[in-house]
């Protein structure tokens, strides 16, 4: 069981992050926010997925206008992503969203800051800043050089954490000058070990609640690496409160792949199978990674959880199933199937993959 750190809880919408809130998933439409239609349909499937918050990019007056209507239409609470103009913002705040992405250093007049802060209080909505990489670079891009020439990787990276902390203090001075703690923080790398090393100390320094990312992850082939490599070390010390995966591809994959690393660490309860396979090796006598992507699609009809071992040979399958509630065990020409570990019926390789869908469904409906 994880121990988290407990933060200051704020509200998205219906959704707690924060305080002893589980932790939350967050995705991205990838849409272009003024098309309300796509936009909304993208929403819809990522909330389907199991996302709980949703960003809409705001660049545009464009984009703010058409807010309403797709906060009419959203299943879930919306958090509009603002960069450079406050009045975005404001707008934003204006249509009714449910927290605003923004990060102070971006907007040029710090009276412009205080207005948005200002509306949001008044409506009480949270606001997210973050620093990353890229904007500390930007800003001490001199220093930050000069420690890249000493070729010191360690020490590049706690002075790159250092200033992480010092920009988000400078954020957090200007919150608390207006009265305004309804913050979420976020510290980004691309770099998974920057990442681990800027969470660990903005979770030591501030009570806010922190929104766990990688940024530039990539698609998903490489970035699910990086993302479970920074954001599972962090979960597992109890640092984070919500969390968006990030890839170049489908938002929709962020979300299940979030689903996953949650329930992988026990933070969340599982609402539907969970897929063991064996790795394969020379003793395999069936195309176990075909069998295996077959029974995948096949298990997305049952809503329950229930752990589906498929394993490629009948001599150690079974051994190696061990705590799957149904398990199969594929031989030459015909597969066993075994219910809690006890051998139930053998069925000819054609009827493997429906005898295992079958068996699997009256498991999951004796425990209704
Ligand atoms: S279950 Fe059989 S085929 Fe699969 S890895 Fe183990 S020994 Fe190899």
């Known amino acids: 069981m994880i121990a988290r750190k407990t933060t200051r809880q704020v509200l998205v919408g219906d959704v707690p992050i924060g305080g002893n809130a589980p932790v939350s998933i967050q995705s991205m439409t990838s849409t272009r926010t003024s098309e309300v239609d796509a936009t909304v349909r993208q929403i819809h499937r990522l909330a389907e997925a199991g996302c709980q918050v949703v960003r809409v990019a705001v660049p545009t007056r464009q984009d703010t206008e058409v807010l309403p209507a797709i906060l009419n239409q959203s299943p879930v609470p919306i958090v509009a992503d603002v960069h450079f103009h406050y009045l975005r913002a404001l707008e934003a705040v204006e249509a009714g ?18 207005r948005v802060i200002a509306a949001c209080k008044e409506r009480g909505i949270p606001i997210r800043v973050g620093v990353n990489e890229g904007s500390v670079v930007e800003r001490h891009a001199g220093d930050v050089r000069s420690r890249q020439k000493r070729r010191l990787a360690s020490d590049f990276r706690s002075g790159m954490v250092a200033l992480m902390v010092q920009m988000l203090e400078e954020y957090m001075r200007i919150f608390e000058e207006n009265d305004f703690a309804d913050v979420v923080l976020a510290a980004k790398s691309s770099n998974a070990t920057l990442a681990i090393e800027a969470y660990r100390a903005i979770s030591e320094r501030f009570h806010q609640p922190l929104h766990l990312g990688v940024t530039h992850a990539g698609p998903p082939e490489t970035g699910r690496i990086r993302s479970v490599a920074a954001l599972g070390s962090l979960l597992a010390m109890g640092i984070g409160d919500t969390l968006r995966i990030s890839y170049a591809a489908d938002p929709v994959l962020e979300v ?21 396979a064996c ?28 752990k589906v071992a498929v394993m490629g040979c009948v001599v150690n399958g079974p051994g190696e199933a061990e705590g799957a509630d149904v398990a199969l065990c594929a031989g030459k020409g015909k597969g066993i199937i075994y219910v809690k570990g006890e051998q139930t019926h053998t069925v000819p390789e054609a009827e493997m993959l429906e005898a ?8 999951t409906k004796r425990l209704e």
């Open 97 to 114: 969203v449910h927290k605003i992405r923004l990060n102070p250093g971006n907007i040029k007049e710090r009276s412009q800051v205080d």
């Open 279 to 306: 790795p394969t090796c020379g003793r395999a006598e069936i195309d176990l990674v075909k069998l295996t992507a077959d029974v995948r699609a096949k298990l997305a009809a049952i809503k329950s959880p229930v």
């Open 256 to 276: 299940e792949d979030a689903k996953e690393l949650l329930c992988c660490l026990g933070l969340r309860e599982r609402t539907g199978p969970e897929l063991i």
């Open 356 to 363: 295992l869908f079958e068996e699997t469904l009256a498991f």
